[in-house]
């Protein structure tokens, strides 16, 4: 951590927490971590591990933990918090965690251990600020489209402060999902509908269950469309009636793109609290990198020990990723380490063996000769300050090549 601190200069006042899993190939039945379980991949048939990662708000890894398939958010919380207690101290941090690893279990260990936390809330909490939601005035624009404020919350603990965010363009895109969620319920149920007309049910269960799988699909929709099965004078369903809450209808358009944060710093500013809170998107960056770049996904291996070290080795590339990424950044190159990574492939070395004969003993003297770097390649070597070598040199001490 020391080095950590020299190197980039971050500090260690916020730890990031999420979670994610990565699937197997395979039934993995010699692994007794390998569960099914929620698939961030849509890989729902598939057994998996789920991965506690926690970093720091520039996006450099610290520390992870390999859990059960099946092991449910809100329970890794506490594993994790100990874990870098152990290794780092009992130090006052804030832990920042998004609504699915908040529990008021989670919260009574964090505030018992004295810790600072910035979380997210379930979205119940918010039919408790609908009217504020609706007012127009007190509220601090954090960036175009975005503005919070502080709120008070009746389900809250002492010293907490709470932190009510809308953005309009989450609204947006919330509302479009929700339409074109009750546009794809309402027209299953029509087709359910005709087919009742046509041809007239005595199964009620039956019924029941073809309705129920549509309403399953899309929960959102399903609270505000309503679907009453009609019946002939024998029982028989003969139709549906397809209607919509107007008031669970309008509950929902003031909800959208607004949510609440939980916090117990004594910070007091909504929008430095917000800006701490929207650091996690570098945690969700860094399972993108982990899964697209990195080779997280899907594994092979079955035995859990190699399973571990997979996870483990993608972790280190993870931190070198990283690394390598606030490097280019310091040198005002951006932070694509995947360019970087794609130009320096064009950067070959080779080793040149030539037979030797010395005092009647034939040896071997092994050159190695490196690729002229392209001229726009050049320059970008140039900006990180690195030099390749030029011409040939000798080589020795080089490990032979085992045959299998």
Known sequence: MTRYREWFGVRFEFLLYDVTSTYF??????????????????????????IGLVCTPEGLPLSFEVFAGNRADVGTVETVVRQMEEKYGQAERVWVMDRGMVSEANIAFLRARKARYLVGTPKSWLRAHEQTLLEKSDWKTVQDGLEV??????EGEPGERYVLCRSGARAEKERAMLRRQSERLTGELVKIDAWLRRSPQSDQEMVG???????GKDP????????EVLRDGAGRAVGLSISSRLDAGQKAHRQKGAYLLRTNCDETDPALLWKWYIQLTQAEAAFRTAKSDLGLRPVFHHKEDRVQAHILVCFLALALWRTLEQWMQSK???????????????IKSVDV????????????????????????LAQLLAHLGLRLPKGTREVSNVVPKISP
């Open 209 to 215: 269950r073809r309705i129920g799988r549509h309403l």
């Open 25 to 50: 190939e395979g039934e993995a039945g010699r692994n007794p971590q390998a569960q099914r379980g929620y698939s961030r991949d849509q890989r729902s048939g598939n057994k998996q591990v789920c």
């Open 353 to 376: 063996v030539v037979p030797v004969r010395r005092a009647e003993i034939t040896t071997e003297l092994r050159l190695r000769v490196v690729t002229t770097p392209e001229p726009a």
């Open 332 to 346: 005002g190159l951006g932070t694509c380490a995947r360019q970087l990574v794609k130009e320096m492939a064009g």
């Open 149 to 154: 404020r502080l709120v008070e919350q009746p």
């Open 220 to 227: 959102a929709a399903a609270a505000i469309i309503v679907a």
